[in-house]
């Protein structure tokens, strides 16, 4: 009897080691399918791996991105990617910006990592009503990312435009305060420390949280001591290896036009654009499939730890656009310094 009853027991355990075994093998793996994606997910695998673990909404991303000691926003997208052909993302780069390293060969010769056919969507100068919702659009439609530099200025204007950037998983660094020339006449050091960090200040007031220490100067005048500055901060800057010239484009064909040609001829590059721009809005759908077509993989940077931003810019921001805005805020004098 006693026998019996052992041998009962042991069978009863054994069948629990096998379920257990079968279970642990089979659940999903909702860690591993996590950093799956975030190390360079063609767009059919993000299908994979979204029943792992659901993306968050943009309306979670909504109520985090308010509070501005939270972590910085989660890469992933809103939706899987329901484009079966999307251009979708290569790879993903993680980039330590430690000493402030240069990105773009037409002033940067140091950092070559793109391999033929790779290339680096950038936008500048947003956020902005209509345009930059059409470009986010675009990207999601093509299931890709890029590198956002937006004014801190439009950010202020526009944070929720800004917060759609972010929960869609791209890249957002900065582009100044108020688009000044840095390397201008008359323009102090102070003054283009000061550009440098309220912008910043003012991308992470918008996003609820700390913005990529990736940089990009107006016009791409790039001053040496404002370079100095941005290395003694661990900032990346970015000038491009493609300029679309998109902000003084006629229509969208010409902006696809100059892009190819000039990609076709280089054969991978950092691709500058305005999401600014309406003419950009409006050619971007068909140049990512013209991209797609030609054989172009996308290649998106993010960076290794985001930026600590300084607290005096940040209180001071703060304080200054709880003042009556209305006759403080010219939205004709910023339109008009975007003529890169
Ligand atoms: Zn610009």
């Known amino acids: 009897m006693r026998n019996a009853l052992g041998l009962m027991l042991a069978s009863i355990g054994a069948a629990v080691v096998i379920a257990a075994v079968w279970f642990w093998t089979s659940s999903p793996r909702a860690d591993l399918a996590v950093a799956a994606t975030v190390s360079a997910p063609p767009a059919e695998r993000l299908a994979a791996t979204a029943s792992a673990k659901p993306a968050p909404t ?3 991303v909504e109520v985090t991105a308010t509070s501005p000691a939270r972590p910085p926003l989660p890469p992933q997208p809103k939706t899987a990617c329901a484009n079966p052909d999307a251009l979708g993302v290569s790879r993903v780069v993680e980039i330590d910006t430690t000493g402030g390293p240069g990105f773009g060969f037409e002033h ?23 345009n930059t919702p059409l470009v986010l659009k675009a990207l999601a439609d093509e299931c890709t990312k890029a590198v956002f530099f937006p004014i801190g200025k439009h950010a202020t204007y526009h944070p929720a435009i800004l917060r759609q950037v972010a929960a869609a998983g791209h890249t957002v660094g900065a582009h100044t305060w108020s688009h000044a ?3 201008g006449k008359n323009f102090s050091e102070q003054q283009a420390k000061d550009e ?11 996003l609820g949280a700390a913005p990529s220490p990736f940089f990009r100067f107006p016009q791409l005048q790039h001053r040496p001591e404002a370079m100095a500055y941005l290395g003694s901060r661990n900032v990346a800057v970015f000038s491009c290896d493609l300029d679309s010239f998109d902000f003084r484009a006629k229509d969208a064909t010409q902006i696809i036009n100059t892009v190819m040609t000039k990609v076709d001829k280089q054969g991978k590059g950092i691709v500058l654009m305005h999401d600014f721009q309406k003419h950009t809005a409006e050619a971007l759908p068909a140049l990512l499939r013209r991209l797609k077509a030609g054989g172009y993989k996308v290649v998106q940077m993010k960076a290794k730890a985001p930026l600590q931003t300084l607290a005096e810019y940040d209180d001071a921001l703060v304080k200054e656009i709880k003042l009556p805005v209305a006759s403080t805020r010219p939205v004709g004098s910023v339109v008009q310094t975007v003529s890169q």
Do not use: C, M, Y
């Open 58 to 60: 943009f309306e979670d």
């Open 181 to 183: 020339n840095l390397n």
């Open 108 to 130: 940067f010769k140091q950092l070559d990592f793109l391999t033929d056919k790779e290339v680096v969507l950038t936008f500048d100068d947003g956020p902005w009503p209509v």
């Open 196 to 206: 440098i960090e309220k912008g910043f200040s003012a991308v992470k007031l918008a």
